[in-house]
């Protein structure tokens, strides 16, 4: 298999560093409700949802979502009003796909080290091998009782490739051995384009990629009286330029030229309720009602050039650059409202209404290189460095607040700048003088930044506020790897172990009073936090995936073996919420019919228990498995038909996922039809 993340073509058995690919004959198969699900069995990768069962996230080796670079042809997705551990999410239909490309640890110079989990680049498909082509495909999932389906045309016409694709899904609430669980139905829909041209060595390209999503937060704690997190919109937009150039030099080998402008627009909706006794005859119960509307727009225009270059025969050089800037604009109105049922005291009886404008913005500059040198005919040493400069601002803002009680306040933000430049470096050695066998060994440093959320921007959200701290520091690790992959004798086996440590981690602490909260004290009944570099985190593990194609059936198994130790500020724990075992167990079997062929594939997918001491309450998460049955049948002259079948959690089993706050579907089956012409 041919990939890219080197920015070079390459072979996946020759890459220096630990990844997979989801390939498009795998993305075929996909009968879950979103393309997060093609991911979740890869070693290392699990799934968050953070609630919103229409916005999956990806973590990878223990790392939240917030330290995962999401790339769509190399393009950086960036969302700025990600908070603690969350990201965009994967904003992306599968129908505009070829392939997708997961690369662990941030060992990726040439893609950015923005990120200390890893990386995960969606590689669209761009043209076909004849002049008209296409794909149709719609599946049923008995879990939402939803709907998905997608379609493409492609082909290549003389110099011209082209690619047109659309999507659209409906899910309903998620059907558990416990029943139907509310407001964790969802929406989609997606369109875009491709269109290049080859003018004898020059090649160009346009993409056009739209993406809409309808969700909300998914809630079961009894103590409010109402709770209702809605995201009604949440809308990703980019057009993206491409231009390549192989003089077929004796050293420039090519030339590269992308850039693209990207728009996020978020339309947020909040309203909570609660109420609680005060101790107090004479006050009763105390009722707080909040109400927030947030819509936000994110602008972010990027550009990056690259050139290849053979210094010698053995000798391979990547040097580059690369330009973003993200632009926030953000209009909120909030409401407010305290009461007693006594009446008593007066103080506690108000109103606050709060409408506020804001602008942010954060650029930043990088220059790359990397050089591929083989020292011998069995070695090869890989060389990569990337310098950062970064520039966060406040732009300017205002809010006006009407008090009932003291009446109308008006404050102008203060206009202030935050900078940063570093170093990132990472190096390879790789060794293939074992028949059938890579080995490779490596060493990376991670770098994460942090998004005007972290710095400037006050969020409030559920029933509680997180205030922004300018005098962040970058999220930084070291991290280190040995790595196998070994192909023979029917075998092949792909493994790594990995050792990662982690500083200055941001986290949100308990307001105290301080000016950074407005001098506001995190009690029992209002959440009030900030953000702060508080933890530190060393994580290793060893990831595995294995297969034998020797026998008439083909057993597997794909599994990440974990430990993970957190530091914070007056504690150190073990127990992170970090499933130690996870992974998944099969066999699977090709059978060939006179009118069909069909792929069998049974597996029992399992993590064990998981303690989480990071917060003040302790959580558990029993561990749990799941046995699950798959058919994929192709019929047709060239098998252009393709029906898929997926029966899972076939013993209804109640369990939740350590990283998805959603529990997840007992049994259910999901059909898919698909068509390719």
């Not at 500083?503 to 000016?515: F, K, V, W």
Request: charged letters at 20%; one cysteine or more.
């Amino acid at each position: 298999m041919v990939i890219s993340a080197s920015r070079s073509e390459s072979t996946l058995w020759e890459s220096p560093v630990s990844m997979q690919v989801v390939d498009r004959e795998e993305l075929d198969r996909l009968t879950g409700d979103s393309v997060a699900e093609a991911l979740r069995d890869i070693p290392g990768v699990d799934i968050y949802d953070n609630a919103l069962a229409g916005r999956k996230q990806i973590r990878i080796r223990g790392e939240a979502p917030s330290r995962v670079l999401i790339l769509i042809d190399g393009q950086e997705v960036t969302y700025q009003r990600s908070g603690q551990n969350s990201g965009p999410g994967l904003l992306i239909d599968e129908s505009s796909l070829e392939r997708i490309e997961v690369v662990k640890g941030p060992h990726s110079v040439l893609y950015g080290s923005q990120a200390i989990g890893g990386v995960v680049n969606f590689i669209t498909k761009k043209g076909g091998d004849k002049p008209f082509g296409g794909r149709a495909n719609v599946t049923y999932d008995s879990a939402t009782n939803g709907w998905n389906q997608s379609g493409s045309l492609f082909g290549s016409v003389d110099n011209f490739d082209y690619r047109l694709n659309a999507s659209y899904a409906d899910h309903g609430d998620r059907d558990t051995p416990d029943g139907r669980l509310p407001n964790t139905g969802f929406s989609n829909q997606s369109q875009g384009a491709w269109l290049g041209y080859t003018l004898d060595k020059h090649k160009f390209g346009i993409s056009l990629d739209r993406y809409e999503l309808d969700t909300q937060t998914y809630f079961d704690d009894p103590g409010y009286q109402s709770f209702s997190v809605k995201i009604p919109k949440l809308e990703r937009k980019k057009v993206g330029l491409f231009y390549d150039y192989k003089p077929d030099g004796d050293i420039i080998k090519n030339i590269h030229l992308d850039g693209y402008q990207q728009k996020m627009t978020r339309e947020f909706r909040n309203n909570i309720a609660v109420s609680t006794f005060t101790g107090s005859p004479m006050i009763g119960n105390l009722n707080v009602k909040t109400k927030t509307g947030t819509n936000d727009t994110q602008d972010t225009d990027g550009l990056t050039f690259q050139t290849d270059l053979q210094l010698t025969e053995n000798n391979k050089l990547i040097i580059g650059s690369q330009y973003q800037q993200d632009r926030v604009k953000q209009n909120s109105d909030s409401n407010v409202s305290s009461s007693t049922t006594t009446g008593f005291p007066p103080a506690t009886n108000y109103s606050r209404n709060t409408h506020s404008n804001n602008r942010w913005e954060q650029t930043s500059w990088s220059a790359f290189g990397q050089n591929e040198l083989k020292l011998a005919e069995d070695w090869t040493w890989t060389l990569g460095a990337r310098q950062y400069w970064l520039e966060s601002k406040v732009v300017d803002g205002n809010s006006q607040t009407t008090h009932s009680k003291t009446g109308v306040t008006t404050t102008n933000a203060d206009k202030q700048t935050t900078r940063d430049n570093t170093l990132i470096a990472a190096t390879n050695l790789r060794y293939s003088g074992f028949k059938n066998t890579e080995l490779r060994l490596s060493y990376a440093q991670g770098y994460v930044f942090p998004s005007l959320s972290h710095l400037f921007i006050e969020t409030t959200a559920g029933g509680g506020t997180i205030y922004g701290n300018p005098d962040l520091k970058a999220e930084r690790s070291d991290n280190y790897e040995i790595g196998a992959r070994y192909n023979g004798n029917q075998w092949y086996i792909d493994t790594a172990f990995y050792y990662s440590i982690a500083d200055d981690y941001i986290a949100s602490i308990p307001c105290t009073g301080n000016q950074i909260c407005q001098g506001n004290i995190n009690t029992g009944r209002t959440s009030y936090q900030y953000y702060t570099n508080a933890n530190k985190a060393t994580t290793y593990g060893l990831e595995m995936h294995a297969e034998y194609n020797g026998w008439v059936i083909s057993p597997y198994l794909t599994g990440n073996l974990i430990q993970r130790e957190l530091e914070m500020e007056n504690t150190k724990t073990y127990h992170t919420g970090e499933p130690m075992l996870t992974g998944r167990f099969g066999i699977k079997h090709n059978r060939y019919f006179d009118l069909m062929e069909l792929n069998t594939d049974l597996f029992i997918r399992a993590a064990s228990g998981a303690t989480d001491k990071t917060t003040d309450i302790e959580y558990q998460y029993p561990g749990w498995a799941t046995a699950n049955l798959a058919f994929t049948g192709y019929f047709g002259a060239e098998n252009q038909y393709q029906v898929n079948l997926a029966l899972n959690n076939l013993t209804d089993r109640r369990y939740q996922t350590a990283h998805e706050s959603i529990p997840a579907s007992g049994f259910n089956a999901a059909v898919g039809l698909g068509i390719k012409f």
